[in-house]
């Protein structure tokens, strides 16, 4: 079993949802991300997803464009973001640590170091899932088997848009959890309608059988409250991105550790 199934049964057991935040590795400092990660599992975080900069992020609104612009420059990419996970394994072996990006630096980086050494690499890391926003399901099964050799999830995302056909193929390849995106448009992007997600998720459960985790649009504790009701997993990014930016070096991790608890609190 996967560090990430583990953690949702061992939640689930104790009548409890997964709050997963999601941030930029490399923002808004190259070296805080580490120390970051730490602060969300002291504020309650369950599983971390950490977004893997990259120069054209199509699913992302403008705040998690900025801050992986100001990584870019800081010089993040794949090689500094394995390095970051394999620091925060040193201090921490049980909180999954979800990848999500876009398939072009994966593929950088397998040209640059060899054929499926993004996956040797990840694994060797201690990643636990990937999430790559552009793979469809259709042509990614060799993917998707090579990382559960390698004891890796691999996490879609599914839309409101998702067709019965579109979730069965999802359903074919998903493990760990699936991601549904509560809104039409990129990240941070409107105003979340959480009768229409309580309406949606039944028909996605009728097609996989992981955890479904609702995002995009989940800013405060009593969204996330409200999700939780119906979600296995409530994953919430661009607000994050928004407080931690212009924040003084010190104040980077405990202002995230704070808002966390707040919708840990709330979740619970």
């Known amino acids: 079993m996967s560090r990430i199934a583990s953690t949702f049964t061992a939640l689930k057991a104790q ?43 199509s699913a992302d609104g ?12 800081l010089g993040i990419g794949t090689l500094q973001v394995l390095e970051m996970v394999r620091t925060f394994r040193r201090q921490d072996q049980r909180t999954p640590v979800v990848l999500m990006g876009y ?10 170091h060899g054929k499926n050494a993004f996956i040797r690499d990840a694994a060797q890391a201690g ?20 990382l559960r050799a ?5 996490i879609f995302l ?13 359903a074919q390849v998903a493990s760990g959890y699936v991601y549904y995106v509560s809104l039409k448009g990129v990240t941070g992007a409107g105003t979340l309608d959480t009768g229409a997600v309580e309406a949606m998720l039944p028909r996605i459960r009728q097609h996989v059988d992981v955890p479904v985790g609702v995002g995009f649009g989940i800013r405060d504790a ?11 997993a ?27 608890r707040e919708i840990r609190t709330a979740l619970d």
């Not at 630096?105 to 640059?112: G, L, N, Q, S």
């Not at 599914?158 to 999802?170: E, G, H």
């Not at 009593?222 to 296995?232: E, L, N, P």
């Not at 931690?244 to 704070?258: G, H, K, L, S, T």
Request: proline fraction near 9%; include cysteine.
């Open 234 to 260: 409530v994953v919430i990014g661009s607000k994050i991105i928004q407080l931690i930016d212009e924040q003084p070096r010190e104040q980077v991790a405990p202002v995230a550790q704070a808002f966390l």
């Open 62 to 73: 403008p705040v998690i464009q900025q801050a992986g612009e100001k990584a870019l420059a």
């Open 103 to 112: 398939a072009n630096p994966v593929e950088r980086y397998d040209i640059k």
């Open 15 to 57: 009548g409890r949802k997964a709050l997963i935040p999601y941030v930029t590795a490399g923002f808004p400092f190259a070296d805080i991300t580490p120390e970051l990660m730490h602060a969300m599992v002291a504020g309650g975080a369950d599983v971390i997803e950490l977004g893997v900069p990259f120069s054209d992020p």
């Open 127 to 146: 990643v636990d899932g990937v999430l790559i926003v552009d793979y469809p399901p259709e042509e990614c099964l060799d993917f998707a088997a090579q």
């Open 158 to 170: 599914l839309a409101p848009t998702s067709t019965d056909t579109r979730m069965a193929q999802v």
């Open 222 to 232: 009593a969204t996330a409250q409200a999700i939780g009701k119906v979600a296995d």
């Open 150 to 154: 390698h004891g890796m999830d691999l």
